[in-house]
C-alpha cells in the first residue's frame, strides 16, 4: 500500500530565505507526482505536476524534482516571501485502474515570517 | 480558478439524519472525485466518477453513496449521519485521469 511522507510537519523561516520541502512515497511505481498550496479554510491549489518520466518542473520560484528510484520529491521555493505561508501537499498518482486514485501526504506548514 | 462550486458550505447536522453534499463543475470535466480532509489522516478519498453514471468507491466509502446524472453535478450523500463524518469535504475535478486536479473551496459538516 503506497504510503506519502512529508517531514517536517511544520516549518518557519525568515523572509528571503530559499527553502525545500520534502516528499517521500513507499512504493515507486507511480505515474505522477502533484504539489498543492492550501490556504487556511481554503481548498487546494494545484502548484505544480510531474509526470513520472520527468526529473523536475519550474514555475517562477518554485521547481519540483522527482527521483523515483528512491522515492522522493521535493519542492524548491526561491526568495521566500510572507504571502507563501501556507500548507503544502504532495500527493502521488497510481498506475494503472489506481492512477485517479491520489494519495496525499498530510502536509507541511509553512510561515515564512517577514 | 476553475469553476467548482460546493454546496453546502457549512452545516450541521444531527447524528441519524441524511445529509447530501453537492457539487457542481462548469469545466465539463469528465473526472469528479470527493475526498475528506481530517486532522492526522490528510486527504482521503470517498468516491470518483470517471462519467455520466459512472461511480467507483475509493478509500474510505463505508457510509456514503454517489451520483451523478449529469456531467456537471456529482451528488454525495451520507445515508446516516454519524460523528465519525464530522470532517471538510472536498469535491475535485479533473480532464483526464492522469492530469491536474482542481479543488473546491470545501464544505465543512460537523454532525452532533
Known amino acids: 500500500k503506497q504510503e506519502v511522507t512529508q517531514i517536517p510537519a511544520a516549518l518557519s523561516v525568515p523572509e528571503g530565505e530559499n527553502l525545500v520541502l520534502n516528499c517521500s512515497f513507499t512504493?515507486?511505481?507511480?505515474?505522477?507526482l502533484q504539489w498543492f498550496r492550501q490556504d487556511p479554510g481554503k481548498g487546494l491549489t494545484s502548484l505544480l505536476l510531474?509526470?513520472?518520466?520527468?526529473r523536475e518542473q519550474t514555475s517562477g520560484r518554485l521547481n519540483a524534482s522527482l527521483d523515483k528510484s528512491s522515492g522522493r520529491s521535493t519542492l524548491y521555493i526561491a526568495a521566500s516571501q510572507p504571502g507563501d505561508s501556507a500548507t503544502y501537499l504532495c500527493a502521488v498518482g497510481g498506475q494503472g485502474d489506481s492512477s485517479y486514485k491520489l494519495i496525499f501526504g498530510s502536509g507541511t506548514r509553512l510561515l515564512v515570517r517577514p | 480558478d476553475a469553476g467548482i462550486t460546493q454546496s453546502p458550505r457549512h452545516k450541521v447536522t444531527e447524528t441519524g439524519t441524511p445529509v447530501t453534499l453537492r457539487c457542481h463543475q462548469t469545466?465539463?470535466?469528465?473526472?469528479m472525485y470527493w475526498y475528506r480532509q481530517d486532522p492526522g489522516h490528510g486527504l482521503r478519498l470517498i468516491h470518483y466518477s470517471y462519467g455520466v453514471k459512472d461511480t467507483d468507491k475509493g478509500e474510505v466509502s463505508d457510509g456514503y453513496s454517489v451520483s451523478r446524472s449529469k456531467t456537471e453535478d456529482f451528488l454525495l450523500t451520507l445515508e446516516s449521519a454519524t460523528s465519525s463524518q464530522t470532517s471538510v469535504y472536498f469535491c475535485?475535478?479533473?480532464?483526464?485521469?492522469?492530469?491536474?486536479?482542481?479543488f473546491g473551496e470545501g464544505s465543512w459538516l460537523t454532525v452532533v
Open positions: 512504493d515507486s511505481a507511480i505515474y505522477n
Open positions: 469545466e465539463n470535466h469528465r473526472y
Open positions: 475535485a475535478i479533473s480532464p483526464t485521469d492522469r492530469g491536474t486536479i482542481y
Open positions: 510531474i509526470q513520472s518520466s520527468q
